[in-house]
């Protein structure tokens, strides 16, 4: 991948170089070349940047999507009901004609609540991201948990710490229940998702994962009836800097 980060560079770079690059299309790469050209010694922006940029920009999201893409799945076929609501509400909004063929992203998140909050709801028992994200304790130090510590120190947090937290999503925090996200304490619970990390270390990917997930997964539960292939075997898992996932076997079946 960071291979194929570099030829798309040094590609983009010959076609400038020669005249046939048309810049009608503005994608990254042509984003990150303007900042080059423009900027790129008062802020030491070099080719180097360019080429590492490019290598980043194809690597998030895919990982972390793919583990999200299964949990969701994972979760609602262990949670018939779930599912079946989940299908009965996609189906609603295809049938009133509120999806262009290609659903946008807003509109399912305005249009499938309940699977919005399933996709919450499995996320947040199974974040893609399993390693603490870590961070420097700044000057003068900070409280955190009632215990004070001292500036310099790197402190982190596993999102699954926060995301089984029962002062946080209730006693029954350690299991699947999208419906706790029409409660009044869905806004408080939101500022604790922390699947993607926070602040100015959030994933870069975070946004086109959840444009992939509102925009694809409603596609194939229209398309596709799903079931387990083996329904009573628990997924296989391998948790390292990702909690990847294996084992997932799914029979799919065109609806219509």
Same mark, same amino acid.
């Given at each position: 991948?960071?291979?194929?980060?570099?030829?798309?560079? +040094?590609?983009?770079?010959? @076609?400038?170089?020669?005249?046939?690059?048309?810049? %009608?299309?503005? !994608?990254?790469? $042509?984003?990150? /070349?303007?900042?080059?050209?423009?900027?790129?010694?008062?802020?030491?922006? +070099?080719?180097?940047?360019? @080429?590492?940029?490019?290598?980043?920009?194809?690597? %998030?999201?895919? !990982?972390?999507? $793919?583990?999200? /893409?299964?949990?969701?799945?994972?979760?609602?076929?262990?949670?018939?009901?779930?599912?079946?609501?989940?299908?009965?509400?996609?189906?609603?909004?295809?049938?009133?004609?509120?999806?262009?063929?290609?659903?946008?992203?807003?509109?399912?998140?305005?249009?499938?609540?309940?699977?919005?909050?399933?996709?919450?709801?499995?996320?947040?028992?199974?974040?893609?991201?399993?390693?603490?994200?870590?961070?420097?304790?700044?000057?003068?130090?900070?409280?955190?948990?009632?215990?004070?510590?001292?500036?310099?120190?790197?402190?982190?947090?596993?999102?699954?710490?926060?995301?089984?937290?029962?002062?946080?999503?209730?006693?029954?925090?350690?299991?699947?229940?999208?419906?706790?996200?029409?409660?009044?304490?869905?806004?408080?619970?939101?500022?604790?998702?922390?699947?993607?990390?926070?602040?100015?270390?959030?994933?870069?990917?975070?946004?086109?994962?959840?444009?992939?997930?509102?925009?694809?997964?409603?596609?194939?539960?229209?398309?596709?009836?799903?079931?387990?292939?083996?329904?009573?075997?628990?997924?296989?898992?391998?948790?390292?800097?990702?909690?990847?996932?294996?084992?997932?076997?799914?029979?799919?079946?065109?609806?219509?």
């Amino acid at each position: 991948m960071e291979s194929y980060g570099r030829y798309c560079v +040094k590609r983009r770079l010959d @076609e400038i170089n020669s005249g046939t690059y048309t810049g %009608a299309r503005k !994608d990254l790469l $042509a984003k990150f /070349f303007d900042i080059y050209a423009e900027k790129g010694e008062k802020v030491d922006f +070099k080719l180097a940047d360019i @080429e590492q940029e490019a290598y980043i920009a194809l690597f %998030a999201g895919s !990982d972390t999507t $793919a583990i999200a /893409f299964r949990a969701i799945i994972y979760y609602l076929l262990k949670n018939p009901l779930c599912y079946h609501e989940v299908i009965r509400e996609i189906d609603e909004a295809y049938k009133n004609g509120l999806f262009t063929p290609n659903i946008r992203y807003t509109d399912a998140t305005t249009h499938l609540p309940y699977f919005s909050a399933c996709c919450k709801e499995s996320m947040r028992l199974w974040p893609s991201v399993s390693m603490l994200l870590p961070r420097h304790v700044p000057p003068g130090g900070c409280e955190i948990a009632g215990k004070f510590i001292p500036e310099g120190y790197r402190v982190g947090m596993n999102a699954g710490v926060l995301h089984y937290n029962k002062d946080i999503f209730g006693a029954d925090a350690d299991q699947f229940n999208p419906n706790r996200w029409f409660t009044e304490n869905a806004k408080n619970m939101d500022r604790y998702m922390f699947q993607f990390g926070m602040g100015p270390r959030t994933c870069i990917g975070k946004n086109i994962s959840f444009s992939q997930i509102w925009k694809l997964l409603p596609q194939l539960f229209r398309t596709f009836e799903f079931e387990l292939a083996t329904p009573d075997l628990e997924w296989q898992t391998t948790n390292y800097f990702l909690n990847k996932q294996k084992n997932l076997e799914v029979i799919a079946r065109l609806r219509f």
